[in-house]
């Protein structure tokens, strides 16, 4: 239907150059072209919890979707969910924005406060779309390097330094995706003595992988109270309950910069899907035991993932949180993507190069699969080593 057009012909908007389809779903979308080839592809590289959404919580959409929840749903989100959000974080339903996940919050919050030349902050490695995001906002995304030495984690020296009169928001993630780092309670007072010498810098915790945690977790704002007024704190149902498909997340934080966000969202979205809205309010109401029983299977993945990684070669560092760990490359073939290229054509394990989190030299694994799949994944990776001595 489509004649080819001339490449010349098309023209993307500036603020696109440079973005690209992200490098984790490229990579995910090979390792399904392989597969659907008949090619036996160990495939480690999404994070996606594997465990199916809680049965309770379908119900609730399909009950939601007979009772007539089918029209426009409110622009900032269904009032019983945002209220069941407000009454949980203890603050008032104008300080919660629903959207269609976690995504819809980052990205609406970045495009409703920058302006051309603005600056954000944010620790490499970083959640692949971070930079993106700022980008497509107009913004520049201040990427500091944060290696395994110091935990993955930002220090204060490190934010002192990259703090200039065009910086609006430090972008933080705990626990992280890539590398699980979980900041503890003094090291974000540490980051907040440096905040209280900038008033004008606001903070972005995105806090998704909260209940996959192994260790204490410290919410941003429960450390610093005091800097309420300038943290969005950002959370939803995609990781914790299993419900990466229904696309609900949802921002916390100040009014006026809701009030923002909602005025960006209504032109977007008219907000998030009244249905999938419907089964978040289930899931974050309902029964929460399946969390605890989640996270021990999840903890004797990471365990499993830590010791064979560290067998066979590739140094791996403990993650605190999430579904990720993010070894160095081998001595032999430290360049990320010719590793995560040999792993893939060799013993067709698909992993995730360090460079798409801006760390090269290492690689993200994803252990939020079945066990069965990490153990041959783990195999595979061991023979393909040891063929590099
Ligand atoms: N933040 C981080 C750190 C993530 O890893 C992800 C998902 N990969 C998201 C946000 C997006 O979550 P959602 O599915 O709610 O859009």
């Known amino acids: 239907m489509f004649r080819e057009i001339a490449a010349d012909s098309f023209r993307r908007a500036?603020?696109?150059?440079?973005?690209?389809?992200?490098?984790i779903v490229q990579i995910s979308e090979q390792a399904a072209r392989l597969k659907a080839q008949g090619v036996d592809?160990?495939?480690?590289?999404?994070g996606e919890p594997d465990f199916p959404t809680p049965e309770h919580v379908i119900k609730a959409a399909h009950q939601a979707a007979l009772a007539g929840q089918t029209r426009y749903p409110a622009t900032a989100g269904v009032p019983d969910l945002r209220a069941a959000i407000a009454e949980d974080a203890g603050v008032q339903s104008q300080n919660v924005i629903v959207s269609t996940g976690a995504k819809q919050v980052l990205s609406g919050a970045l495009m409703a406060t920058l302006d051309p030349g603005d600056e954000v902050i944010t620790a490499a490695p970083f959640w692949?779309?971070?930079?993106?995001?700022?980008?497509?906002?107009?913004?520049?995304?201040?990427?500091?390097?944060?290696?395994?030495?110091?935990?993955?984690?930002?220090?204060p020296a490190q934010l002192e330094a990259a703090i200039t009169p065009r910086t609006r928001w430090l972008l933080l993630n705990t626990p992280a995706n890539p590398t699980g780092a979980v900041y503890t309670e003094s090291e974000i007072q540490a980051l907040g003595r440096v905040l209280d010498r900038h008033p004008n810098v606001w903070v972005i915790s995105d806090e998704i992988y909260q209940h996959l945690t192994y260790v204490p977790f410290t919410p941003f704002v429960q450390a610093v109270p005091h800097l309420a007024d300038r943290v969005l704190t950002v959370n939803g149902v995609s990781k914790a309950y299993s419900m990466t498909g229904w696309r609900i997340g949802w921002g916390i934080g100040p009014s006026p910069l809701i009030k923002a966000m909602i005025a960006v969202q209504g032109q977007i979205t008219s907000g998030a899907c009244s249905i999938a809205q419907a089964a978040a309010l289930a899931a974050i109401t309902g029964p929460q035991t399946l969390l605890g029983e989640r996270l021990q299977a999840m903890r004797a993945r990471r365990d499993l993932?830590?010791?064979?990684?560290?067998?066979?070669?590739?140094?791996c560092a403990v993650p605190d949180g999430a579904f990720y760990v993010f070894p160095k490359t081998p001595a032999e073939m430290p360049v990320d993507h010719e590793f995560c290229r040999y792993l893939l054509d060799e013993v067709g394990v698909?992993?995730?190069?360090?460079?798409?989190?801006?760390l090269p030299g290492h690689?993200?694994?994803s252990f939020a699969y079945a066990t069965e799949s990490l153990q041959e994944g783990l195999r595979r990776i061991s023979v393909a080593t040891a063929r590099l001595k």
């Open 14 to 23: 500036d603020r696109l150059r440079g973005i690209e389809l992200s490098e």
């Open 41 to 46: 592809v160990v495939a480690l590289s999404t």
């Open 128 to 155: 692949t779309s971070y930079a993106d995001m700022v980008r497509l906002s107009g913004g520049i995304p201040v990427v500091l390097d944060c290696p395994v030495s110091q935990g993955f984690k930002l220090t």
């Open 305 to 315: 993932v830590v010791a064979g990684l560290n067998a066979a070669g590739l140094e």
């Open 350 to 358: 698909a992993l995730v190069p360090g460079r798409a989190f801006g």
């Open 363 to 365: 690689l993200r694994l």
